[in-house]
């Protein structure tokens, strides 16, 4: 058993990590507060380092890298930026990643190709106002019409939503079958006739990664944009999430560092009576346990990932990484916040923005409860 | 046409020092390691070359332990086309001339129009070895270059001299060139590329094979500065402070060249 990362992770980390530091970080804190997605900054130069297709084959425009290299580099662009860590997630993981796996060859090269090059940014739009967690209670549509399918319906929360160009969209294609078996899943591209998008939501965090919704009204797609076969629809999305679950476990795992590594700067110039915080043992058993339950998600969310690039399975796995980083996110970045005390709580430090931006972490792409039912039930099979 | 680029690995200078047994350098244990940063534009430097004149090989050279290895690849991910590690577990210890004469021994007879280096490294400090090395070749150099442009196998540098001044220096190949931070906007290694280095050649050459020039200086001791209270405190009327203040602007930094 090895623990080392190897040569290219580490290349791969200090690229990420001097880029993150040098043009994310800067305008992290006023993107948040003026809710502005960049593109520019947060999609278009993650092309350019070749950060958009990490794990896809050279073929398809991506980089050949493997899953800890995808987990290392979302994990570095949110220890400085949870929305830009989102972006890359959401649409690796989510939109990118289901064409991979249950695209054609055709589909490939006209939806994934662009998509790992980084010339169209992706989403995913499963969520609905009566189906989160529970997927089966879709209740868009997608009717049978000639040669396509007719959309009908509206997808809440959706990531990268307004910018993308290329959406993986799930519809019920079968009303008689049981909940799970009529769903199917569909690639939506932008501009399409009767896709529009509805409100943007107001964020507690990741504020600067654009939530939309997606309408669909009459919205014809030609029967060659069905992703995967017809009824399959379920078996993509808990795929695609698996996978999704990565990504954001890496991100919150990015977060909690961040949080981290500001407690302990500030703890070691913040002096009270006549002395370092840093120096106070109170202070040093919070750090301590901070640093502790991060090391721990690491291992889980690098482990997750290697068995993700290995072909074993890591639909457990996945669920353990995202529920003890999330968690362990949560609470660091509350931790930090108290470290840093009456500054903490202001938005002149970073701590406040990684509190707010931790909590989307223990519930989107499978909430906490989620993530022990993935684990529970597999223990109890 | 063929470049050489040598570089340093060098510890993060964000690290904790501490000195190593016996005073003679610092201990390397739990360092992290990177590029020296004046080497970072030398490589820029390199591939911009390449890119200009279309076909061009650059070799990226550097002396030290195995660990120096992952620091080349970001140097050949960065663009250079190949790497030769001289391995050499006490390369810390030789003074500029030897480190010069491995390279020298190395570049010798290798056709090399055009040898580009860091002016100084960022933990030793000599600047001595690219000027060293030109000499040794027989070769022009040109050192704190803060500009660089290439026609016809001429080359028209920009370099830095004291006090905010600047020199234009035209000088033919081959030419040794040591690179002032600011020469370029040294390029992130993509993504791909990083993949990419791994399949490019890294040669290593055991030291013994190069090494053919006697040192002539010996470190006896290193040690930490005793601490100095504050800073430079400038006294005087506001103009005066302002005269005072432009005047250590100008010449200690770049800030106002």
């Known amino acids: 058993m090895n623990f080392e990362l190897t040569e290219e992770q580490n290349l791969i980390r200090d690229m990420v990590r001097e880029f993150a530091e040098t043009e994310v970080a800067p305008t992290a804190k006023i993107r948040d507060e003026e809710e502005r997605f960049d593109r520019a900054l947060m999609f278009d130069r993650l092309a350019e380092l070749g950060l958009t297709g990490i794990v896809f084959p050279e073929e398809y425009g991506g980089a050949g890298a493997d899953y800890i290299s995808y987990a290392i580099a979302v994990e570095e662009l949110s220890r400085v930026c949870a929305s830009t860590g989102v972006t890359l997630s959401a649409h690796l993981s989510l939109c990118a990643n289901p064409i991979y796996l249950f695209g054609n060859e055709e589909q490939k090269q006209q939806f994934l190709a662009p998509l790992a090059r980084g010339e169209k940014l992706g989403a995913f739009g499963l969520t609905e106002p009566s189906a989160g967690t529970d997927a089966g209670g879709t209740r868009t549509t997608a009717v049978k019409d000639g040669k396509g399918y007719i959309l009908n319906g509206t997808k809440i929360f959706i990531t990268n939503a307004g910018d993308a160009e290329t959406y993986v969209v799930f519809a019920r294609t079968d009303k008689q079958a049981q909940k799970h078996h009529g769903i199917s899943a569909f690639i939506v591209e932008k501009n399409t006739q009767g896709f529009s998008f509805g409100k943007k939501e107001q964020k507690m965090g990741i504020r600067s990664s654009p939530t939309m919704e997606l309408v669909f009204d009459n919205c014809r797609i030609p029967a060659s944009q069905l992703l995967g076969e017809e009824g399959q629809g379920f078996k993509v999305a808990m795929k695609t999430l698996d996978g999704g679950r990565i990504g954001i476990a890496s991100q919150a795992l990015g977060i909690a560092q961040g949080a981290l590594e500001a407690a302990v700067n500030y703890a070691k110039e913040r002096k009270q009576f006549d002395t370092p915080i840093a120096k106070f043992q109170g202070i040093q058993f919070q750090l301590a346990d901070m640093a502790t339950q991060i090391e721990a998600s690491r291992l889980l969310v690098y482990s997750a990932a290697y068995k993700a690039s290995h072909g074993i399975s890591y639909s457990q796995a996945s669920a353990m990484a995202k529920l003890m980083a999330s968690e362990t996110a949560m609470r660091v970045t509350t931790q930090a916040v108290q470290v840093l005390g009456g500054y903490g709580y202001t938005r002149e430090f970073p701590v406040e923005r990684m509190m707010r931006d931790a909590k989307i972490t223990e519930i989107y792409e499978g909430t906490s409860e989620v993530q022990r039912m993935v684990i529970g039930s597999a223990l109890t099979k | ?257």
């Open chain 2, 1 to 257: 046409m063929k470049i050489l680029v040598c570089m340093k690995q060098v510890p993060d200078m964000e690290s904790k020092f501490k000195l190593s047994p016996g005073a003679l350098w610092y201990d390397t244990a739990d360092l992290a390691w990177r590029m020296n940063e004046y080497d970072e534009y030398a490589v820029e430097q390199a591939v911009r070359l390449k890119e200009q004149v279309g076909t061009a090989d650059i070799t990226i050279l550097s002396i030290g332990p195995d660990r120096i290895k992952e620091t080349m690849k970001k140097a050949l991910a960065m663009g250079c086309d190949r790497g030769v590690q001289v391995a050499d577990d006490v390369a810390w210890a030789k003074d500029p001339l030897a480190i010069a004469g491995i390279i020298a021994e190395y570049a010798r007879s290798k056709d090399f129009s055009c040898i580009f280096t860091g002016m100084q490294s960022q933990d030793r400090g000599s600047g001595q070895v690219g000027v060293l090395l030109a000499e040794m070749l027989g070769f022009p150099s040109v050192t704190t270059i803060v500009d660089f442009t290439h026609e016809n196998g001429e080359y028209l540098v920009k370099r830095e001299l004291e006090g905010g001044v600047k020199a234009i220096v035209k000088v033919k190949g081959p030419a040794v060139f040591t690179c002032q931070l600011g020469l370029n906007s040294p390029r992130y290694p993509t993504l791909p590329n990083i993949m990419k280095a791994k399949k490019k050649e890294l040669l290593t050459i055991p030291v013994e094979q190069l090494q053919k020039t006697a040192p002539q200086q010996e470190t006896t001791r290193i040690f930490f500065p005793e601490k100095k209270g504050g800073g430079l405190i400038l006294e005087g009327d506001i103009p005066a402070l302002a005269d005072q203040l432009i005047k250590i602007l100008k010449e200690k930094t770049s800030v106002l060249a």
